[in-house]
């Protein structure tokens, strides 16, 4: 029992972690003057609700959408090109939503490839002469958005797909349901809970981004919680948007587990096995083709052509100290806190394997909810206490000892690294809660006979066992870190750039070619857990020749 006292106590210590920015937006924003609220109802609040309303109602809609349409065509026929598809349809996941703005911005500006190649084709002097439309514009951080957000539901959905089986199929076609018939009236109906937990996932990183919409010239409530602290100086009016964002949060978090609320598949021997496909020759092949590659080009293709474009003409950039420097800077950040995570998370998932305690696995489930809360809210609610121990700290030094200590947290990447912990842990604990779950108790039991305690039995039997999910869990926690951006940008300390942060300030001085190396570096880093995810699909196809 002495044993297992340390698991919960690690497990409380975690919800704690992402409890407290939380507990600190409320406190600052009822201790706010009511005025401050009243200004931002009247001024802020409705224009920024309704653009993130309608922005988040776009893309929900365009991923939900295309994700289901390309994982029916690449889980239900074949056609050229669909084995190399059903895992490069995942790559946009690679590209960060605000790397992804500004390189569409590059492709579609006025002095870009595209409206150069019109006018000189076309015969056009100046823009007064023909009709282009306007990225940054709602309409174009929607498209922007779900070009890289729609592998949510494609991965989701696709995933149901496969495990519909052969027989159900089969069954179906013997009654006279065509393709599309069998589709719509019994995939589509099957697959409802994984397409909203796909869109809910794709809608809780619109509601984290900040670098797109800012940059695109869209104001969401994201966007006001960051122009009310630092550009009007109102921390308690942005806590109290930080908590409206925050309602906005649950509300998906509870879409999410309503759909999944009975969902579940069942299936006899052979049930399993994906379903047949049906060969397209001709004119539909060429169509599902068509369909498959200009998301992949659109969220995968564009950034990279343009990184790729801008980095060759920048290649004595890699000199600079300040590129290294921001390179430096993100390895530490993203591995401190893939470390943090992964350590915690397995503290947490083995103290749940030696009791299933309801206590235990609440604090767990609170531990994992950092993922949902926005990284801007994370930041405020980060950012405030430890500040508030920071001049504790040195208020008692300097009383006591004459000496000033200065800003040790909230001065430092470590406010980064512990947002990051905070944001990233449910990764940590899906990844190791599922290794876990793949390795009989009877492990467990059979070393503890043999006289080896929870300590021993960790190390000697499950860890080795644990690490492909411990490795992995680091890479994923490791490579969202890195591309982190909302929470970084507000806890950053003076002279202290991360790569995304480094993007961030080229593109805010309308310099984005200088920072196209730091760009391509995210992006490069970001495929790894790609093909990650994509490896377990690739084991579930099918040879259409059998």
């Known amino acids: 029992m002495g044993s297992e006292r340390w698991f919960v106590l690690g497990a409380a210590g975690l919800a704690l972690v992402v409890a407290l920015p939380i507990l600190s937006l409320g406190w600052i924003a009822v201790s706010g003057s009511g005025g401050d609220w009243a200004h931002l109802l009247r001024t802020v609040l409705p224009d920024a609700t309704r653009t993130t309303a309608l922005l988040m109602l776009g893309v929900a809609m365009a991923t939900g959408l ?24 995942v790559l946009p996941l690679a590209v960060p939503t605000y790397i992804a703005a500004y390189c569409f911005n590059e492709l579609l500006h006025y002095v870009g490839p595209v409206q150069t190649g019109l006018r000189a084709l076309m015969g056009y002097r100046t823009r007064a002469e023909y009709s282009f439309p306007e990225i940054r514009s709602l309409g174009g951080a929607i498209l922007i958005l779900s070009s890289v957000l729609y592998p949510y539901v494609y991965l989701a959905t696709r995933a149901v797909f496969l495990m519909q089986g052969r027989r159900m199929a089969e069954v179906a ?4 349901a065509g393709p599309l018939r069998l589709f719509a009236t019994i995939l589509l109906p099957l697959a409802r809970p994984a397409i909203a937990v796909g869109v809910s996932l794709a809608l809780m990183e619109v509601v984290n981004d900040i670098g797109a919409v800012e940059f695109l010239g869209v104001q969401t409530l994201t966007f006001a919680v960051y122009s009310t602290w630092l550009n009007r100086g109102d921390l308690q009016g942005a806590t109290q948007i930080a908590l409206l964002m925050l309602t906005v949060i649950v509300a998906l978090v509870w879409l999410e587990r309503f759909a999944r609320r009975r969902q579940g598949f069942t299936a006899g021997r052979g049930g399993m096995a994906p379903p047949p496909l049906v060969r397209l020759r001709g004119p539909a092949a060429l169509g599902a083709f068509t369909l498959c590659f200009l998301p992949l080009a659109s969220g995968f293709g564009v950034p990279l052509f343009i990184l790729s474009r801008y980095a060759m003409n920048r290649l004595g950039d890699l000199a600079d100290p300040a590129l290294w420097r921001a390179l430096w800077h993100t390895v530490l950040v993203a591995g401190a806190s893939a470390c943090l995570v992964v350590g915690a998370s ?51 030094m300097r009383t006591w000892f004459g000496v000033s200590t200065g800003l040790l947290l909230s001065g430092s990447g470590l406010a980064i690294v512990l947002a990051c912990t905070a944001r990233f842990t449910a990764m940590g604990h899906g990844t190791l809660e599922s290794g876990f779950a793949k390795l009989s108790p009877h492990l467990d039991m059979a070393a503890r006979t043999l006289g080896r305690g929870p ?17 992995t869990g680091f890479l994923l926690v490791f490579v969202d870190a890195a591309k982190e951006l909302s929470a970084t940008i507000l806890l950053r300390p003076f002279d202290f750039d991360t790569l995304a942060t480094h993007v961030y300030a080229q593109a805010s001085r309308a310099a984005f070619e200088d920072g196209a190396i730091a760009a391509l570096l995210i992006v490069l880093v970001g495929i790894t857990p790609v093909l990650l995810l994509t490896g377990a699909l690739l084991k579930n196809e099918q040879d259409p020749r059998r």
């Open 346 to 396: 397995f503290l947490v998932t083995y103290g749940l394997r030696l009791r299933r305690s309801r206590s235990l696995a609440a604090l767990a489930r609170l531990g994992s909810l950092g993922y949902a809360v926005p990284g801007t809210v994370l930041a405020i609610g980060l950012l405030v206490p430890l500040a508030a121990f920071d001049n504790a700290l040195d208020t008692w």
């Open 455 to 471: 300590g021993g039995v960790l190390t000697t039997i499950l860890l080795p066992l644990m690490r492909p999910a411990v490795l």
């Open 173 to 176: 076609r013997t009654l006279g």
């Open 66 to 89: 295309l994700g289901t349409l390309l994982a029916w065509i690449v889980t239900g026929f074949d056609f050229p090109g669909r084995r190399v598809f059903a895992w490069a349809l």
